[in-house]
């Protein structure tokens, strides 16, 4: 069983930054393929950004020269770099562990809500 605990959420206005991060309680989160996942109201959830084991990232479109993600291994975590924020960014980010660049797996944390709103 792997537990994600995310953070960073908050309100921020147009333009603005935020950096969320996940904690994974896997022992063997250096092979996980990590992944954020974003829902707002109404719509599906859908990828924002992945990273591989090996360093391999994956970018939604919409978030392309705005979002990075990361890792580090030795402190289980990924992160998620979010600069010119803007308010359809508006969401919940959920962090996943252990899917692929194309698919999520079972494993989700709880969310953390990111509002961009002036």
Do not use: H
């Amino acid at each position: 069983q792997v537990q994600l605990v995310e953070s960073g959420g908050g309100l921020v206005q147009p333009g603005g930054s935020l950096r969320l991060s996940c904690v994974a309680s896997a022992n063997i989160f250096s092979i996980y393929t990590m992944g954020w996942y974003r829902q707002a109201p109404g719509k599906q959830r859908e990828l924002v950004a992945g990273i591989t084991s090996s360093g391999i990232i994956k970018l939604a479109d919409s978030v392309k020269g705005r979002f990075t993600i990361s890792r580090d291994n030795a402190k289980n975590t990924v992160y998620l770099q979010m600069n010119g924020l803007k308010p359809e960014d508006t969401a919940v980010y959920y962090c996943n562990a252990g899917g692929s660049l194309f698919m999520p797996s079972a494993y989700w944390g709880q969310g953390t809500q990111v509002t961009v709103s002036a």
